[in-house]
């Protein structure tokens, strides 16, 4: 059952033949080719970056920061350099995706700079791991918020947080295989959520400055940590709660204008997260002693309970629309990437097709839900995301790589956005340190358990993506037929 076929059906279904001439013109409007639409624009772009960037962290615990850093001053300062360093790590994507315009994100730019295998270690990484395991830790975060209420004076069971959080994830992903727009129109409605929180916050705080609430930021550098070690691992938290700057470029083909908006959405979206960090942090520090800040659970709520009363309830509502928004924005990218990955062979063939009414990676988007589902199940998947978290800076650091090695090695490329080679080499170094740092601080066998599983993926790559043995592509072709059947999906038609 190939892409001919399902359209054959989907005529005479429409009735296009036998009907009179009135249905015939109307059967023959323009169609649009089966291909992933251009549906996301400049504002859309920049709520994916903003409203994926912005999860929980900076409402729960923003501690780390100031814990490493051992004093206000130091922590707001490594908040503002983190924001700094983000941005320039998001303009050698900027480059990159208006360079090399593929959705899929680092895999495209690693397949262009150094060929299949390392894009295909990427994809096998990420697409398994990374992205349905970080989906599935956004929505437990988003079922403990919602679920709280409801249990007063106590933790919710992990049986109600585990349901609701799958609940989540079967709703996310409905609406992203449903359309491309409405997944969009959610990502813009919780995006302006977190932010009108966020305002309310900073307001907040700038009222309270007013009134000479500045014990805590006055001798802001007293108690700064002198270890290297201490500061650099604050750098590396800091650096986790501005993970998600490269979201845009995993969609690539479905921006309107890319060589415009790629990089407006970044310059943009970046240093609006990163002055909402900052002045959320200020605000913090205008009621809260660091001593408080360290010891509150709940930073945000803490800070309500004491500033926004009768209205501190708004704090935790705002916290579970902000999860709800990463999320979402999580699976939209996610898709892209399985999509993407299925398309160059490196994933079976079905994640590669688009359905033929919505026009979305449905398979792609199916597959990384029901991966998301199983890492819901085991214990504690905060540690897995932790001890992974080294590869995807590996991979952040070589796409900063693959900039450099193509000025080189593809200088016919046009570069419609060219940024000095010294910010990707700075980017490189940066990712070796946060590689190396979390592993040189605790040396745990985890790690060479992560890196165990990802060169495994090696074990798939030479039979079924460099040798394309027959006997595998006899045993998917009768499933992949019954699936497109199942989800109505047909290959990308290929428009140059």
Same mark, same amino acid.
């Given at each position: 059952m190939d892409e001919g076929s399902i359209r054959k059906r989907k005529e005479s279904q429409n009735g296009s033949t036998g009907h009179s001439m009135d249905c015939q013109t109307k059967d023959k409007q323009p169609e649009k080719a089966t291909v992933l639409q251009k549906d996301v624009g400049l504002f859309s772009g920049i709520c994916l970056i903003v409203?994926?960037?912005?999860?929980?962290?900076?409402?729960?615990? &923003?501690?780390?920061?100031?814990? =490493?850093?051992?004093?206000?001053? &130091?922590?707001?300062? *490594?908040?503002?350099?983190?924001?700094?360093?983000?941005?320039?790590?998001?303009?050698?994507?900027?480059?990159?995706?208006?360079?090399?315009?593929?959705?899929?994100?680092?895999?495209? =730019?690693?397949?262009?700079?150094?060929?299949?295998?390392?894009?295909?270690? =990427?994809?096998?990484?990420?697409?398994?791991?990374?992205? &349905?395991?970080?989906?599935? *830790?956004?929505?437990?975060?988003?079922?403990?918020?919602?679920?709280?209420?409801?249990? &007063?004076?106590?933790?919710?069971?992990?049986?109600?947080?585990?349901?609701?959080?799958?609940?989540?994830?079967?709703? *996310?992903?409905?609406?992203?295989?449903?359309?491309?727009?409405?997944?969009? =129109?959610?990502q813009n409605f919780f995006t302006a959520a977190k932010l009108l929180i966020i305002l309310v916050i900073v307001g907040a705080g700038i009222v309270m400055l007013a009134q000479g609430k500045t014990e805590t930021l006055s001798n802001a550098f007293d108690g700064t940590s002198s270890s290297v070690g201490a500061i650099g691992l604050a750098f590396y938290n800091g650096f986790w709660a501005y993970d998600g700057w490269n979201q845009l470029n995993f969609i690539t083909e479905e921006l309107k204008d890319p060589f415009r908006n790629l990089p407006l959405a970044i310059l943009i979206g970046i240093p609006l997260v990163s002055v909402c960090y900052v002045l959320v942090n200020v605000a913090y520090f205008t009621v809260m002693t660091t001593s408080e800040l360290l010891l509150s659970p709940a930073v945000a709520v803490t800070f309500g309970d004491r500033v926004l009363y009768p209205l501190s309830w708004m704090v935790p509502l705002f916290v579970v629309f902000s999860t709800f928004g990463s999320a979402n924005g999580s699976c939209f990218t996610a898709g892209r990437l399985a999509y993407v990955a299925g398309r160059e062979g490196h994933m079976v063939k079905i994640l590669s097709y688009i359905s033929l009414k919505r026009y979305t990676p449905s398979p792609a988007l199916l597959f990384n839900g029901v991966l998301s589902i199983f890492y819901i199940v085991p214990a504690d998947i905060n540690t897995l995301i932790n001890y992974f978290s080294f590869a995807q800076w590996a991979f952040y650091g070589l796409t900063a790589l693959a900039l450099i090695v193509m000025r080189f090695t593809r200088k016919d490329l046009h570069r419609p956005v060219k940024v000095p080679i010294a910010i990707a080499g700075l980017m490189v170094l940066v990712s070796c340190y946060l590689v190396l740092a979390p592993i040189i601080d605790k040396p745990d066998l985890e790690y060479l358990y992560c890196t165990i599983f990802i060169f495994s993926g090696l074990l798939f790559y030479y039979p079924f993506v460099y040798r394309k043995v027959s006997w595998a592509r006899k045993l998917m072709r009768p499933i992949t037929m019954h699936l497109q059947l199942l989800m109505e999906v047909v290959p990308p038609e290929k428009t140059e």
């Amino acid at each position: 059952m190939d892409e001919g076929s399902i359209r054959k059906r989907k005529e005479s279904q429409n009735g296009s033949t036998g009907h009179s001439m009135d249905c015939q013109t109307k059967d023959k409007q323009p169609e649009k080719a089966t291909v992933l639409q251009k549906d996301v624009g400049l504002f859309s772009g920049i709520c994916l970056i903003v409203g994926t960037m912005i999860g929980s962290g900076i409402f729960i615990s &923003p501690k780390a920061v100031l814990l =490493y850093s051992g004093a206000v001053g &130091p922590c707001l300062l *490594i908040w503002a350099a983190c924001g700094v360093l983000s941005t320039l790590g998001a303009l050698c994507y900027a480059e990159l995706g208006t360079m090399i315009t593929k959705s899929g994100g680092e895999h495209a =730019y690693l397949m262009e700079a150094f060929g299949s295998l390392v894009a295909y270690l =990427y994809s096998w990484t990420t697409v398994m791991v990374l992205k &349905p395991s970080s989906f599935a *830790i956004i929505t437990l975060s988003f079922a403990e918020y919602a679920s709280a209420p409801f249990y &007063p004076g106590c933790t919710p069971p992990v049986v109600v947080t585990k349901c609701l959080s799958a609940a989540a994830i079967f709703l *996310i992903v409905t609406v992203n295989c449903l359309s491309v727009k409405l997944a969009n =129109y959610v990502q813009n409605f919780f995006t302006a959520a977190k932010l009108l929180i966020i305002l309310v916050i900073v307001g907040a705080g700038i009222v309270m400055l007013a009134q000479g609430k500045t014990e805590t930021l006055s001798n802001a550098f007293d108690g700064t940590s002198s270890s290297v070690g201490a500061i650099g691992l604050a750098f590396y938290n800091g650096f986790w709660a501005y993970d998600g700057w490269n979201q845009l470029n995993f969609i690539t083909e479905e921006l309107k204008d890319p060589f415009r908006n790629l990089p407006l959405a970044i310059l943009i979206g970046i240093p609006l997260v990163s002055v909402c960090y900052v002045l959320v942090n200020v605000a913090y520090f205008t009621v809260m002693t660091t001593s408080e800040l360290l010891l509150s659970p709940a930073v945000a709520v803490t800070f309500g309970d004491r500033v926004l009363y009768p209205l501190s309830w708004m704090v935790p509502l705002f916290v579970v629309f902000s999860t709800f928004g990463s999320a979402n924005g999580s699976c939209f990218t996610a898709g892209r990437l399985a999509y993407v990955a299925g398309r160059e062979g490196h994933m079976v063939k079905i994640l590669s097709y688009i359905s033929l009414k919505r026009y979305t990676p449905s398979p792609a988007l199916l597959f990384n839900g029901v991966l998301s589902i199983f890492y819901i199940v085991p214990a504690d998947i905060n540690t897995l995301i932790n001890y992974f978290s080294f590869a995807q800076w590996a991979f952040y650091g070589l796409t900063a790589l693959a900039l450099i090695v193509m000025r080189f090695t593809r200088k016919d490329l046009h570069r419609p956005v060219k940024v000095p080679i010294a910010i990707a080499g700075l980017m490189v170094l940066v990712s070796c340190y946060l590689v190396l740092a979390p592993i040189i601080d605790k040396p745990d066998l985890e790690y060479l358990y992560c890196t165990i599983f990802i060169f495994s993926g090696l074990l798939f790559y030479y039979p079924f993506v460099y040798r394309k043995v027959s006997w595998a592509r006899k045993l998917m072709r009768p499933i992949t037929m019954h699936l497109q059947l199942l989800m109505e999906v047909v290959p990308p038609e290929k428009t140059e």
